[in-house]
């Protein structure tokens, strides 16, 4: 099995640059070790697109401007949801306040629009956060910063590489990469393939820094949309150099507050903490809480031996979600170049209709409904997800093949009684449109069975 190209896994990174080189004549393919791609991004659906302004890193920054410009026009094109907040950094505790204005000072240094410095002017904050109620008297105000949901642009990205013909080979797990001759042949738990060129995206740690690493906890905690007054804009207060909370919009209503701290917080000290941005914190809307842990920010496009056609993407970063794009552009320049490729002529920019029962209007509604009556079918009623809307997930190109990978694609399951009514149904949808057994049908990975027998023999489950 021959390719020009292999990219192996299929996180954010491996789906944009799989969607940047499909534009090209390139044989290609995608090795992804999981069920679905995109599998590892957070099931919670908001991610914060950055501009570049808050971190120190050149580079880092460079990645993220150009692409929060990438995702934002990508969403239009996709239709996928993309939510222009702002972002507001504040310094509750004085010492951290000079910090405002040397970032401030280095957005300007790095040509960032759309970033000020708002200092005793109560007005002008409360214009841009009607709800915020604390007395802030300094703070630094990006204009650019955005939330989207990101499985979504990942799954679009994938959906339209898969539809110009990259090949996605799932649930192949990379065992061995050797260089050969012209190329290089890379072995996996079920095939052997050779290539031109590998992309590497699977593997994220940075050995050699590894001692330096400064392990935090993320804490988060998710809040439902009963809370009045929530906060729409990003709000970060930096307590101090390692501590900082932060309150995300998320795409579907409702905030989720994250904590960066040394160790991993009690839901009481959440709360607390919470409550420096956002007083009205009760954990009677909590609807959830987890907990992540961020190490070394720093993203790594190990280009040393392209000669020989490697490229390796390594590193973790809080915005790579946002970098992925930038990085998928870089690698095609240098492919384009090196390779001497030609663009298709055939190639559809598209990803096909996807259509949302939740956001359209009673006369769609009665439209999609008497084309595919399925539509009428409410199976989640927290959400407002129709049985049309599962099964088309399951039949497009990479469909849906497990009830995580539908939650994550139509948001079923995702309200506030966390799929406990709609799971079976998720469950017995999936295993008629894959014609399985319901006990094979799996959570998210292999071996991942939810119900693992009967209790009673029925005619009908
Ligand atoms: C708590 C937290 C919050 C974040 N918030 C944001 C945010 O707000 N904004 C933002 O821009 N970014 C954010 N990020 C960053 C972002 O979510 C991740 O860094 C990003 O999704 C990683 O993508 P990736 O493609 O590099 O890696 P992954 O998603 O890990 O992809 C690698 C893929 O390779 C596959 N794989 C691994 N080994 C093999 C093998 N041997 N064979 C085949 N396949 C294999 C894996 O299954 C995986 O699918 C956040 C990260 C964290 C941890």
Do not use: W
Not at 27 to 53: H, W
Not at 182 to 208: L, M
Not at 243 to 252: A, E, V
């Amino acid at each position: 099995m021959d390719y020009d190209i292999l990219i192996l896994g299929g996180g954010i990174i491996g789906c944009a640059v799989a969607y940047e080189l499909s534009k090209y004549n390139l044989n290609i393919a995608l090795i992804e070790k999981d069920y679905d791609v995109a599998d590892d991004i957070s099931f919670i659906n908001t991610a914060v697109i950055y501009d570049g302004s808050e971190t120190s890193d050149d580079f880092m920054a460079k990645l993220e401007n150009t692409g929060r410009n990438l995702i934002e026009k990508a969403c239009k094109k996709f239709n996928v949801p993309y939510k222009k907040t702002g972002a507001l950094r504040i310094a509750s505790k004085n010492n951290q306040k000079n910090k405002l204005d040397i970032m401030y000072n280095i957005a300007k240094k790095r040509g960032i629009d759309g970033v000020h410095i708002i200092e005793n002017d109560d007005e002008a904050i409360q214009k841009i956060e009607p709800n915020l109620n604390i007395k802030i008297d300094k703070a630094l105000y990006s204009e650019n910063i955005a939330v989207i949901s990101p499985y979504d642009l990942a799954i679009s990205y994938a959906e339209v590489a898969a539809d110009n013909g990259v090949n996605f080979r799932l649930e192949e797990l990379v065992i061995d990469i050797k260089n050969i001759s012209n190329g290089f042949k890379v072995t996996t738990n079920k095939n052997k393939f050779s290539c031109k060129v590998v992309i590497n995206t699977i593997d994220n740690e940075i050995v050699e820094d590894k001692l330096e690493c400064n392990y935090k906890n993320m804490n988060y905690i998710l809040f439902e949309n009963k809370m009045e007054n929530k906060l729409n804009t990003i709000l970060i207060d930096d307590i101090d150099d390692s501590t900082f909370i932060i309150n995300n919009p998320l795409i579907s209503e409702g905030n989720l507050i994250g904590i960066k701290s040394d160790h991993m917080l009690t839901l009481e000290e959440g709360i607390d903490m919470a409550k420096n941005i956002f007083p009205q914190a009760r954990k009677e809307f909590v609807s959830n809480i987890f907990n992540e842990v961020c190490d070394k920010d720093i993203i790594v496009i190990d280009d040393s031996n392209f000669d020989k056609g490697y490229i390796k993407v390594t590193g973790n970063h809080y915005g790579k979600i946002t970098m992925a794009p930038a990085i998928a552009v870089m690698i095609k320049d240098k492919l384009k170049h090196s390779l001497n490729v030609t663009r298709k002529k055939d190639y559809i920019d598209k990803r096909r209709d996807v259509y949302r029962f939740n956001d359209m209007s009673n006369e769609e509604r009665n439209e999609i409904i008497s084309l595919d009556k399925r539509y009428g079918n409410i199976v989640c009623s927290c959400n407002n997800v129709s049985e049309g809307e599962i099964v088309d997930c399951i039949r497009r190109p990479l469909g849906a093949r497990t009830v995580e990978g539908v939650k994550r694609r139509t948001g079923v399951g995702l309200g506030t009684c966390n799929g406990s009514y709609c799971n079976i149904k998720i469950i017995k949808i999936l295993a008629r449109e894959m014609n399985k057994n319901i006990l094979d049908i799996v959570e998210d990975s292999k071996d991942s069975n939810i119900l693992s027998s009967r209790i009673k023999e029925f005619r009908e489950m």
